[in-house]
C-alpha cells in the first residue's frame, strides 16, 4: 500500500507521514531531501543550482548516503532545492529512486509513505491513499520561524514569511509536476491542528476509504 502525503512548505506533512509509517509499520520517504541532496552537493562543488546540467549530473549520482548530510535543513539549501526541483532532468533522474522505494519499501515493510509536492500526482499517481497538507501561509511561516530559531540560524518573520510565499509560488507556478492536489487527494488543512489531531484526521480519512 502507498500513501502519497503532498503539501506546501512547512505546512506539517513530514510530521504526519513520519507518524502515519510509525503508526502503521510502513517504511517512510521525505522526498524534499532528494531535492535538498542535490541542492547542497551543486553547491558544495561551487556549481550554480540554475547550471541545469550540473545539477542533472549530481542527481543521476545520488546514493542514499547523500540524504543523510548535516546542510539539508538550511535556509539556504532550501531556496536552492526549490530551483533545482523546477529542473525537468533532475525531477526524471529522481523519479525511479523514489518508485523504486514506494514498490518495494525496504526492510519487508508492507507499505510506504512518501511526502513531497508531486507524489500523488505524478510519482505514484495509482497510491491507494493520496493526502494534501496545507495551512495558511502565516501559520506555516510562524512555524517555519520557530524551527529556524531552535536550530540557531538567525532569521526575522517577515524574512521567512517572504521566502514562504517566493517558494511557493515559484512551487506552484513551475512547468513540471507543479504543487497541486490530486483530483483524488483529501485536502487536510492543518491551521488548527496539531500533530496529534492531525495524525488522527488522516486515520479518520484513511478509514473512511477502507484502508485500515
Ligand atoms: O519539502 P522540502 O522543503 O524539503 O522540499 C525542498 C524543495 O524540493 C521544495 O522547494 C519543493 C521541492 N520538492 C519537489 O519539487 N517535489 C517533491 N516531491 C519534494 C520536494
Do not use: H, N, W
Amino acid at each position: 500500500m502507498i500513501i502519497a502525503v503532498d503539501g506546501p512548505v512547512a505546512a506539517g506533512k513530514g510530521t504526519l507521514a513520519r507518524a502515519l509509517a510509525a503508526k502503521l509499520g510502513f517504511a517512510y520517504l521525505d522526498t524534499g531531501l532528494l531535492y535538498r541532496a542535490v541542492a547542497a552537493l551543486t553547491l558544495a562543488a561551487g556549481q550554480a543550482p540554475d547550471d541545469e546540467t550540473a545539477t542533472e549530473a549530481v542527481a543521476r549520482r545520488l546514493s542514499p548516503a547523500d540524504l543523510e548530510r548535516d546542510d539539508l535543513r538550511q535556509e539556504a539549501v532550501g531556496q536552492a532545492a526549490s530551483k533545482v526541483a523546477a529542473q525537468g532532468g533532475v525531477r526524471a533522474a529522481l523519479l525511479d529512486f523514489q518508485r523504486r522505494f514506494a514498490q518495494e519499501p525496504p526492510a519487508g515493510a508492507k507499505g510506504a509513505v512518501l511526502d513531497g509536492r508531486d507524489i500523488g500526482t505524478v510519482v505514484c499517481p495509482d497510491a491507494e491513499a493520496k493526502l494534501f497538507v496545507t495551512a495558511s501561509p502565516e501559520v506555516r511561516a510562524e512555524r517555519r520561524y520557530r524551527e529556524l530559531l531552535a536550530r540557531g540560524e538567525e532569521t526575522i518573520y517577515p524574512r521567512v514569511l517572504q521566502d514562504l510565499k517566493e517558494r511557493d509560488a515559484r512551487d506552484q507556478a513551475r512547468a513540471v509536476a507543479p504543487l497541486k492536489p490530486a483530483d483524488d487527494a483529501a485536502v487536510l488543512d492543518t491551521s488548527e491542528l496539531d500533530s496529534d489531531a492531525a495524525l488522527q484526521a488522516a486515520m479518520q480519512i484513511l478509514q473512511a476509504r477502507g484502508l485500515c
